[in-house]
C-alpha cells in the first residue's frame, strides 16, 4: 500500500496555532502560492512549433509575471469562469491560486506562457507528497491534433532527467473527446466549440525522489497556426510531507468527521494502519464516538481513469482544548 502523510481535514471548532503548523510542514516556500505573488516560481513565456509533426515549445524567456498570462487570482474572487461556469477561485480552501494563458484569440501569435517551481527534496526526508489542483479551458478549432492548443502539466525529475509519468499530463482537444471535459455552452470566437474542464485534484508521492531536483510544470499554448486559445487555473496544496499528520478534535467532543480532498473518483477509509478492514467508502468519515488521540485513519484515493496516481493519505488524531469565549464587561 503505497504511503504518504498527508494532513486531512477535521470538522471542529476548537483553535490551533496554523503558523506553527506551516512551520512544521517543510513545504517548499510558497509553492502553495499563499505569499499572494509568484515568489520561488518561475514564470515565462514562449512559442509553439510543429518540429517533425510534434507539438513542440520553444524560445521560453523569463518574463516575470504578465499580466492576462500569469496571474494571482485570491479567494475573495467570487466570479466564476466564462465557459465553464466554475469558480475561477480555487475551491480548496486556500487564499491564493494562478491562472496561466487567457481566452483571447490572436491569428497573429503562437504563443505560449508557464510557471515553473524547482526543488531539491531533502535526503532524509521520510515523506514528501504534493497535491494540486487544476482546471482547464480549452478552444477546439478545426486543426490537427499535432496543431491544437493545449494545456501542460509536468512533473520532471531533472536529476535523472525523466518525467514522471502518471502525474505528467498533455491536455488538447481530439476526436471523441477529453475524458473528464464538458463543451460550454458559450461558442468561443469565431463560433467555435470551448471545451473545459472544471477543478480536479491531482497527488504526487514524491519520496522515491528524495534527494533529487524536480520541477513542476503548468504550461498553456495557443494553437500552432496561432491563435486558438487555451488557459488553465492551477491551486497547489499547502501540506507537503509527514510533518503535519495531525487532525485536530476538542477535549470531550463525543463525534468527529474527517474530510479527505474532494474530486477523487473513490475512497476508501481503513480503521487502521493494518488496512484490514474498510470502514467507509466517502469523502467524508463520521466516527462517533470519536476516537483517542493517536488513533490513525488512512484513506486510498483513486483519481478518475488517466488523471493521476492512486494515493494513501494518512489522519492522525490530536486534541486541543476547547476556545474560551470572553465577551467582555460590556
Known sequence: MPSVLYKISVIIFCLFNLNSAKAQNQC????????????????????VSLV?????L????????LATRHDIIPATNTSVDYYGGFPVASPSGSNYSVKIGNGNDNPSRKTAEGVFYTYTIP??????????????????????????PRFRANVINLTDADTINCVSFDFYPYPGGLPGFRISSQPGPGNSIVRYKEWTPVTLNLTQYAGKTVQLQFITSRCEPGGHFCYAYVDVNSVCNGA???????????????TAPYGFETYQWYNDVSFSQVIANTQILSLNPAPNAGAVYPVVVTPFPGYGCIDTLYATLTLADKPISNAGTD
Open 52 to 56: 517533425g509533426g510534434i507539438n513542440t
Open 244 to 258: 503535519i499528520v495531525g487532525t485536530t478534535i476538542c477535549r470531550g467532543d463525543t463525534i468527529v468527521s474527517l
Open 123 to 148: 535526503a532524509n526526508i521520510s515523506n514528501f507528497s504534493v497535491l494540486y489542483y487544476y482546471a482547464v479551458v480549452i478552444e477546439d478549432p478545426n486543426h490537427t491534433p499535432e496543431q491544437k
Open 58 to 65: 520553444g524560445n521560453w524567456m523569463v518574463t516575470g509575471p
Open 28 to 47: 517548499p516556500p510558497n509553492i502553495d502560492f499563499e505569499f499572494g505573488d509568484f515568489t520561488n516560481w518561475v514564470c515565462k513565456t514562449g512559442t
